[in-house]
């Protein structure tokens, strides 16, 4: 079954085609600079096999986007999508599962689109033009929120009054939920431990955003980021935890603008807000020496700060699971930066945890285990791999996600590939029924699946 992933940036489309469940890229790229025009022009770069192309052509919104990478996929059959899986940022409280997209679940993210106004709306643009452009075409949404509804209510709960809270729909979210299930999934293979037995810390650390999670028995029971991205650690350009008194003073000091505000706390501060130069914490901690031999202090302070707050959490959160089997870093700084893991380990043994220096500075491959032979907690440094995690999803959800099939998706050497082929009917109220037809088996197997119909939040 060849699934296709679009992964929204607010001015990017990423996709991947994908042959599920083996796991073979069939082909990917990105549309780059998408929107109004720019100093240079809209481009997709792309790749079929080792091939590498590239594409100039106008592109005024994602479906637009969307558009082109269809008709470059449509040019030759062994390209043509069966499903598409769609990331999404933000699933409120409606959806706690991967959803197979109808008219039902596009009314309910249209309720919530607020809640993500940089990520939501250009997916949802994509979910549009695909029903309108290729109504067979199941589609399935993945959000980033979803494995975060384990989350225990004494955690997402915020101290407001009650009423506030519900009309508003105010409480912990949690966000990379996607990235921390994958790296989850594939710590516990490579420790031969149950998902549902495994207990650790993910560290999402990346160029720009990042937060930890922490997970009992294969499920988030907390996440840094909390109503919003904002909260949390310090990131490249947002400020993390802060007391609300400080926010106030900001408006106060703007005229009540909140929109500056919220501009200031998201895009002017974090790590670019403490430097004055950089939003990279990889530029801080180069951090050369000066003709007389001394560091930058601001530079200096930075590193500091950004330390501190990934100690305090990975402290806390060690604390949350009790009984870790791992401590797991991934994404850009967790997978490649071996500066920031050893500051969050060293000095760690109090927690069950020594890491190995030489292992840490050499990662050659992933998974890779970084942690001293006689460390009680195991440090993992996993790639993370959102795509393959979404076609996964997507691939399941279609399914209806028997055991056996789980483990088929999830395995990385399926004997060869079977033929497969989707026929898909919807009905009038947007029910979407889905049969998988595979060559290599006789037994076809025929599911309809249903949008979630939690309680909802008002937008």
Known sequence: MNILVFNCGS???????????????????????????????SVILYHVGKEKFTKEVPMANHAAAFEEVMKLLMQDEKLRPDAVGHRLVHGGTFFRNPT?????????????????????????????????????????????TAYHGTI???????????????????????????????????????????????NAVSCHLGSGGASLCAIVNGQSVDNTMGYSPLQGLVMSTRCGDLDPAVTMQLLAQTDGDGQKVLSLLNNKSGVLGLTGSTADIRDVLANPLSATGEKNARLTQTEQVYVWRLRKYLGAYLAVVGRPDAVIFTDTIGETVPQVRWAMCADMAAFGMKMDARKNAHVTQYPTDVAAADSAVRILVVQTNEELAIARRTFLTLNHASPALEREAHSSSAAEPCGKRTDVRASAQGNVKVRLKTKCNATSTQSTAESSTSKGIHA
């Open 11 to 41: 001015s990017s489309l990423k996709y991947r085609l994908l042959a599920m469940p083996e796991a073979i890229e069939l082909t990917g790229g990105e549309a780059q600079r998408v929107g109004p025009p720019t100093a240079k022009p």
């Open 100 to 144: 197979v997209v109808t008219n039902d679940v596009m009314q309910k993210l249209e309720a919530i689109r607020d809640l993500a106004p940089l990520h939501n709306p250009p997916a949802m643009a994509l979910m549009y033009a695909c029903q309108e452009r290729y109504p067979a075409l199941p589609q399935v949404a993945v959000f980033d």
């Open 152 to 198: 225990p209510e004494k955690a997402y709960t915020y101290a407001l009054p009650a009423a506030i809270r519900d009309e508003l729909g105010i409480r912990k979210y949690g966000f990379h939920g996607t990235s921390h299930q994958f790296v989850m999934e594939e710590a516990a293979a490579f420790l031969k431990k149950p998902v549902a037995q495994f």
